[in-house]
């Protein structure tokens, strides 16, 4: 699969994101290598012992322990603008 200059120019757009044509070139190279590392990794042979297939017993897990959290004022005091105690952040999908 080759990436085109399109894509980049569509992904950035879904990202609120503006690039020089020099960086959509270099975005085009970059991620093309990434695919194609992905459809070498995705060809490799790997056997039957796959360590990614291996589940950590339960034995290995620490235990669960809630604490107690900060509270949402502390936590909203630096937030550019909040709503209803919440963070308000701008609208990015279309």
Sequence with gaps: MKITIKEIEHL???SALDFSAEEKEKFV???????????KLQTAETGDDLVFNKSHKL????????????????????APKQRRGCFNVPLVVE
Excluded: F, T, Y
């Excluded at 190279?29 to 459809?39: F, Y």
């Excluded at 897990?61 to 900060?70: G, V």
């Design 59 to 78: 034995s290995q897990l620490r235990e669960d322990i809630a604490e107690e959290s900060l509270p949402q004022e502390e936590i909203l005091k630096n």
């Design 29 to 39: 190279k970059d991620l093309g290598n990434i695919l194609e590392m992905v459809n």
């Design 12 to 14: 950035a757009s879904l």
